[in-house]
């Protein structure tokens, strides 16, 4: 098994109630994703997949869905929170969702790292 990770950053503000007394005001992070993808084997050229791919998958979900949002406005979060957590889970559908669309090569999101501070993350791990 082999896996790639590739990391970018958002900007997004949100409000989260019933978590603790800072976070219940509106506020931002300068959050850092990092979106691991593992797959069985290499291709004929000996890498699991071009990086430039999953760049692209990972920056077309941040940049058009995520980056200098009020995530609490975003209907992908409609009834819920928009925690560290639930930006990873959201993020790590998506990215499966192109690659699986725009790649040969059968790429499993394997984690993703939902940093909103340089002290703090929430990891998701997909099935």
Not at 37 to 51: E, H, M, Q, S
Not at 64 to 91: C, W
Not at 98 to 105: F, G, H, S, V
Request: negative net charge.
């Amino acid at each position: 098994m082999f896996e790639l990770k590739v990391k970018t950053r958002f900007a997004g503000a949100h409000r989260l109630t019933m978590v603790g007394q800072k976070c219940e005001n509106l506020h931002g992070h300068n959050w850092q994703v990092e979106v691991c993808v593992k797959g069985p084997k290499l291709n004929d050229a000996g890498v699991l997949a071009d990086f430039g791919d999953i760049k692209k998958a990972v920056r077309q979900v941040v940049d058009g869905d995520l980056d200098h949002k009020y995530l609490n406005e975003l209907s992908v979060f409609e009834g819920m929170q928009p925690t560290s957590e639930r930006i990873a889970v959201y993020i790590a559908r998506q990215v499966q969702a192109l690659l699986d669309e725009n790649l040969p090569e059968k790429l499993q999101v394997s984690r993703v790292m939902a940093w909103e501070s340089e002290d703090a993350c929430a990891i998701y791990y997909p099935d």
